[in-house]
C-alpha cells in the first residue's frame, strides 16, 4: 500500500523542505520509492533536486489545475527511484483560481489516486501557513510530520497545527493521522534546545520522534550544490540524523504496508 505523508507547519523556516527532501531521500535509499511533491510556491524542494526554473512546467500548479496527468509532469532525480513534482510562483494564485470549483480540496487526492503502484510513498512539501495548499495536502495524506525548531516560540502554533489536523480528519479525511513531531534545528551547546526537547517531550509525549535533526553546516550548503544532504556528504551528522529518521519512520510502520504502531 502507497503512504501519502505531509511535511506541515505554518511557520516558514522550521526544516519542512530540508526533512521531505531528505526523509525521501534515506527512505528511497532504503528501498522504498518515493515521491516528492513540491507544493511551496517558493519551489523550494525543486531547487533542492537541481531541478531549474525551465524544467518547472508543467508541474504541481498544473496538477491542482487539472491540466495535466500526474504521470506527466514527474521529474527523475539523481536518486534512484525517487521521483519530484516540481513547482514555482504561479501556484500562489491557484486558490483563486479554483475559487468555483467544487470540491476543490480533494484535487491533489485525485490525482494521487491515479497514480500507478511504482511508488510506495508520497511525501508533500507544504508552505508555510494552513490555508488552501495545504488543506489539499491533508486531504490527501495518511500521514502528518511536524516539523518543530527549537526555539523559544517552539509551542506557539502548534495547538493551532493540530486543531486543523483534527478538522480535516473530521470533515474531510478520516484516515489523517499525525505520525510524529521533530525536532530540528538543535544545538547541544545552547540550553534552550534541551529545554525546549524536554518540554515538547513532556506536553507530547511519545509522538515526539526520538530522532533530533541538528544545526549542521553541511545541511545548510548542501541545496546551494542541488543535492540532498545524504547525497552532499553522507558521512556528516545531518545525514546520519536523517537515516535514523527514516529507520524510525519506518519503524513505527508509516510506510509500505508495514504493522501498524500501536500508539
Request: charged share 25%; with cysteine.
Amino acid at each position: 500500500m502507497r503512504t501519502v505523508f505531509s511535511i506541515v507547519n505554518q511557520k516558514g523556516g522550521v526544516g519542512k523542505t530540508t526533512t521531505a527532501i531528505n526523509l525521501a531521500t534515506a527512505l528511497s535509499i532504503s528501498g522504498k520509492s518515493c515521491l516528492v511533491i513540491d507544493l511551496d510556491p517558493q519551489g523550494n524542494a525543486s531547487t533542492g533536486f537541481s531541478i531549474t526554473s525551465e524544467q518547472r512546467t508543467p508541474g504541481s500548479y498544473e496538477v491542482l489545475m487539472q491540466k495535466c496527468n500526474i504521470l506527466d509532469v514527474i521529474r527523475p532525480t539523481e536518486v534512484s527511484g525517487l521521483g519530484l513534482i516540481p513547482s514555482r510562483v504561479e501556484l500562489s494564485s491557484v486558490e483563486q483560481e479554483l475559487i468555483k470549483f467544487q470540491d476543490r480540496e480533494f484535487l491533489l487526492k485525485k490525482a494521487i489516486d491515479s497514480l500507478p503502484d511504482r511508488y510506495d510513498s508520497v511525501i508533500i512539501d507544504c508552505p508555510p501557513g494552513l490555508g488552501f495548499l495545504t488543506t489539499n495536502a491533508l486531504v490527501a495524506s495518511d500521514k502528518v510530520l511536524i516539523p518543530l525548531q527549537c526555539e523559544f516560540f517552539a509551542l506557539e502554533g502548534l495547538s493551532q497545527i493540530l486543531r486543523v489536523i483534527k478538522k480535516v480528519k473530521l470533515e474531510l479525511n478520516s484516515n489523517l493521522n499525525l505520525d510524529g513531531i521533530l525536532l530540528t534545528m538543535y544545538d547541544p551547546r545552547n540550553k534552550l534546545s534541551f529545554q525546549v526537547e524536554e518540554d515538547v517531550r513532556e506536553v507530547m509525549g511519545s509522538i515526539v520522534y526520538k530522532t533530533i535533526i541538528p544545526r549542521n553546516i553541511k545541511i545548510s550548503e548542501s541545496p546551494s550544490h542541488g543535492k540532498p544532504v545524504l547525497l552532499y556528504d553522507h558521512k556528516c551528522i545531518g545525514s546520519e540524523a536523517y537515516v535514523n529518521l527514516a529507520a524510525e519512520v519506518l519503524k513505527r510502520g508509516s510506510f509500505g504496508g508495514l504493522a501498524k504502531s500501536k500508539r
